[in-house]
């Protein structure tokens, strides 16, 4: 139940400064390698990239890159990290600014260093439990302002409200690290203030009923139960880092036990995608017979994901982390035909509502709402805001207006 921006299309612009003439020495060579390290980690994971992918891509030999960073995690750090800085660098001081301002600045910044955002999201666990602390103190920060900046300004909110509009605004404006689609500069900087501003403004609906907690479905055959084990696993750790092993340990069986329900592990993480699918697109096809006019019909399937990614939150993580291992031998074209199917299907109910915008731009709009949503249903700390599920519904509503 997750975006499917989170592979076939995901996940970065092409790095615009190209590389030196070989046995040239620019002064900015670290700087080169951190844009190659970028694209290179965004669009095909950091696993898949090795030191002499980054020193092909800046044009030097290997050594090159070991002279400004001693491993792969360095660069990945320091990709992360400048980016970071350069967002704290440009946060307006506290009580200066009003909130336009400060989510113009923000969607800047996302433009900016749109890459990042995935780096950020999927990457992190790459990094030395010390290196990973440091990211995420930062990203506290920025998002610790936001809220404080939001609550000042609107004072009838919760504090814990306040976080919850910064933290639903902030992962709509890094919705775009995770595709390719572009406008005008101007034109994409307004639309990504537009919608941020939508959910920074909204007014959380009233807490009116107690949300019983939705229980998952006890897994009916062993081989449900490895797929389900095996997705808290890679959402927990990452694919790459998950054995045979593992999964059967947290079934209770053997490793190679595993291969009398799946040939491999990328088949359980292939099949318990297509299944995830499955449901979303079922619940499309309901929206469609049930909903009265296109309005009714995008507000249902919109509600019906939100409500699927908050109550599968593992399948969310994974899709969105661990889809780039779909790209290579073994990889299913059905998932990546699923993917392009259900967001065109999703854009397109999104265009009937909205006859006025550019395929583009209604694009943008739904892949906004999914990312949104994708992102809150994975931050755990979340859960104990009043009315979270009924809130994200309506800001994930409000994104597709």
């Known amino acids: 139940m997750a975006s499917l921006t989170a592979s076939g299309e995901g996940g970065t612009v092409a790095t615009t400064v190209g590389p030196p003439p070989r046995g040239t020495r620019p002064a900015n060579r670290r700087e080169l390698l951190r844009q190659a390290a970028t694209d290179l ?3 095909h994971g950091y696993a898949n990239v090795a030191m002499s992918d980054v020193a092909a891509a800046v044009n030097v030999g290997p050594s090159a890159v070991y002279r400004h960073y001693p491993g792969k995690a360095d ?4 990709a992360i990290d400048v980016a970071l800085e350069q967002t704290l660098a440009s946060l307006p001081a506290p009580g200066t600014a009003a909130l336009p301002e400060i989510v113009r600045v923000l969607a800047q910044q996302t433009l900016e260093n749109r890459p990042t955002g995935v780096l950020w999201q999927r990457e992190v666990r790459n990094l030395s439990p010390e290196a990973a602390a440091a990211i995420r103190r930062k990203r506290a920060q920025i998002s ?7 609550a000042a300004r609107r004072p009838e909110l919760t504090i814990e409200h306040a976080e919850l509009l910064g933290v639903c605004a902030s992962n709509t404006l890094t919705s775009i690290s995770f595709h390719h689609l572009e406008l005008p500069p101007e034109e994409f900087l307004d639309l990504l203030v537009d919608l941020g501003l939508r959910v920074v403004l909204m007014d959380p609906p009233p807490d009116t009923t107690k949300e019983s907690k939705r229980r998952r479905a006890k897994p009916a055959t062993r081989a449900d139960e490895i797929l389900d084990r095996a997705m808290a696993l890679f959402a927990e750790r990452g694919y790459t880092e998950v054995s045979i092993d593992d999964i059967g340990a947290a079934v209770g069986i053997a490793g190679p036990s595993v291969y009398n329900h799946f040939p491999s592990k990328l088949a359980i993480l292939v099949e318990a995608m297509l299944q995830g699918y499955g449901v979303l697109l079922e619940a499309m096809d309901s929206g469609r017979v049930e909903g009265s006019n296109p309005s009714d019909v ?7 994901y939100v ?6 939150p593992d399948l969310i993580s994974v899709l969105i982390t661990e889809a780039v291992h779909l790209a290579g031998p073994g990889g299913s074209e059905a998932i990546r035909e699923a993917q392009r199917s259900y967001i065109q299907d999703w854009v397109n109910l999104a265009l009937a509502n909205n006859p006025a915008d550019s395929p583009t731009v209604a694009r943008i709009k739904v892949q906004a709402a999914q990312m949104m949503v994708n992102d809150v249903a994975r931050t755990a700390r979340l859960r104990r805001i009043p009315g979270l599920r009924a809130t994200v519904r309506d800001a994930a509503w409000l994104l597709q207006q």
Request: aromatic content about 12%; glycine content about 4%.
């Open 41 to 43: 980690f965004s669009r």
């Open 298 to 304: 995008l507000r249902r399937v919109s509600d019906s």
């Open 75 to 78: 660069l990945l750090f320091d």
């Open 144 to 150: 610790g302002w936001l809220t404080t900046e939001i």
């Open 307 to 312: 409500d699927q990614t908050l109550d599968h």
